[in-house]
């Protein structure tokens, strides 16, 4: 399995809290990515980052916002958590050149009450 | 714009019976790169076969293998002998030059026993 980890698996949290999402990879990808999936349908790419302080929004308009600080370290920060932003959230990485394939973590299941 | 289609939402297979799933894709681009992921049931989502552009021989991994038409722009995907373990969210993507993956919206395969 990819080296690449998400923090926590499963979260249930109030309207209006706070919430950051971890992710973090040790294979030293320069690129990284936030996807949003609900159960069983198609994956929307709401972040990446093409390395250390670049950070660009995906086709998926999200109020979330991410940094990218470290090479490893991609988390995802929700600033006030409604029930709309109930969903799976996967993080991936890869790097450039080589195969291009995009390694994935085990996904964060949030579910805002 | 880019765009992946899979036009099976479901299919059922029984054990041990070879099954393929369809996609179509649009691109205006030359060089670009086409995956098959799986996702298993509140698993990982994990790379099944990749194949480049530029190559004409259709990839293969023990008992998946492609039929890669690029004039048709079609990328299906053979599973030989299907095994219980194969019951999966299938999803066919297509990386761009960006290294952005577009995403089908998926095929739900069980491979019953």
């Known amino acids: 399995e990819a080296d690449i980890y998400q923090t926590p698996r499963y979260l249930v949290i109030g309207t209006g809290k706070k919430i950051t999402l971890e992710c973090s990879q040790t294979?030293?990808?320069?690129?990284m990515y936030w996807y949003q999936q609900d159960p069983g349908m198609e994956l929307h790419l709401i972040h990446y980052?093409?390395?250390?302080?670049?950070?660009e929004k995906g086709d998926l308009s999200s109020e979330s916002t991410v940094s990218r600080i470290r090479t490893e370290h991609f988390p995802l920060t929700l600033e006030s958590a409604r029930p709309s932003h109930t969903s799976q959230y996967l993080c991936?990485?890869?790097?450039?050149?080589?195969?291009?394939?995009?390694?994935f973590g085990p996904g964060t299941r949030l579910t805002v009450t | 714009a880019q765009t992946v289609t899979q036009s099976q939402p479901e299919m059922s297979v029984q054990e041990a019976e070879t099954v393929t799933l369809s996609c179509t894709y649009d691109?205006?681009?030359?060089?670009?790169?086409l995956f098959w992921y799986k996702q298993p049931p509140s698993r990982q989502m994990i790379l099944v076969i990749r194949?480049?552009?530029?190559k004409q021989q259709n990839a293969t991994e023990n008992r998946f293998s492609v039929n890669f038409q690029k004039a048709a722009k079609s990328f299906s995907l053979k599973i030989s002998d299907s095994q219980l373990g194969d019951t999966a969210m299938y999803f066919c993507?297509?990386?761009?030059?960006?290294?952005?993956?577009?995403w089908g919206a998926g095929t739900k395969l069980i491979i019953k026993p």
């Open positions: 993507a297509l990386m761009d030059s960006n290294y952005q993956l577009i």
């Open positions: 691109t205006s681009e030359n060089n670009y790169y």
């Open positions: 194949q480049e552009a530029y």
């Open positions: 991936a990485s890869s790097y450039t050149g080589g195969v291009r394939e995009q390694y």
């Open positions: 980052s093409y390395g250390v302080n670049s950070t």
């Open positions: 294979m030293g990808h320069d690129k």
